[in-house]
């Protein structure tokens, strides 16, 4: 079994207290008990090997036996993940944060059925910011995905023009994924589209911004699947795994 991960802040010291939320789902939760591993770290790479020293009621109380950093991966895959409807967002985020993705960046494509609006807008960027911060654990990663802030089909364009490698997964494409040419640094950002797919004027805004449409496979797949798997091409091709 792989050793459990938890978020803190305090990673400092030869002893360490975990508490707050994490160290209840730890004692509680997890029952984790003396002399067994843990994790900590601050999202960021920096981490902290522990042994149980003791379980309370809510809280661990850790030794720590190593300390390192983690260096943040070269090169960072951008998935730009077009507005979803239901849950479908969040299963693209825990799937996508799982393979590996750095950053998520919700859309409000002009084919999104779903569209974030005032207080909608914020509970939605809550569930797929918790999401991708359980899947991260989940996934031992010492280096958490950031979820922004939703973004205009302006701001998707801004974000192409200054990548290193900008796609667009479209089921017309030419030119395969597997084929295209990985920069080893930088940004690599792929637009993957709402149920509807991306519609031709926003494809031909992001090609005006650089972006190479790209195809998949024969198949046609859900939002929510098509992220992962253009995520799992780019972490082969660029030697991520």
Not at 141 to 158: G, I
């Amino acid at each position: 079994m792989s050793v459990p991960v938890f978020l803190s802040d305090a990673l400092d010291g030869a002893e360490l207290v975990l508490d707050g939320p994490e160290g209840r789902h730890a004692a509680a939760v997890r029952r984790l008990r003396a002399g067994e591993r843990v994790d900590l770290t601050d999202g960021a790479g920096a981490v902290a090997e522990c042994v149980v020293r003791e379980t309370l009621k809510d809280s661990l109380r850790l030794d720590v036996v190593a300390r390192y950093d983690v260096p943040a991966p070269r090169p960072r895959i951008v998935a730009v993940q077009g507005l979803p409807k239901g849950d479908r967002g969040e299963l693209a985020v825990e799937m996508m944060t799982e393979a590996g993705v750095d950053v998520v960046v919700p859309w409000s494509a002009s084919r999104s059925i779903t569209q974030w609006k005032g207080d909608r807008a914020a509970k939605s960027l809550a569930r797929w910011r918790s999401t991708a911060r359980e899947a991260g654990k989940q996934a031992r990663r010492f280096h958490l995905p950031e979820v922004t802030e939703p973004a205009s089909t302006a701001q998707v364009e801004k974000l192409l023009r200054e990548a290193a490698l900008a796609l667009v997964l479209h089921e017309e494409a030419a030119e395969p994924l597997s084929r295209v040419e990985v920069p080893a640094g930088g940004d690599i950002v792929m637009v993957v589209g709402p149920e509807g797919g991306v519609a031709d004027e926003e494809v031909a805004r992001f090609r005006a911004a650089g972006a190479v449409p790209v195809l998949l496979g024969p198949t046609v797949l859900r939002t929510s699947t098509a992220g992962v798997a253009a995520a799992a091409v780019l972490m082969a091709r660029t030697g991520r795994w």
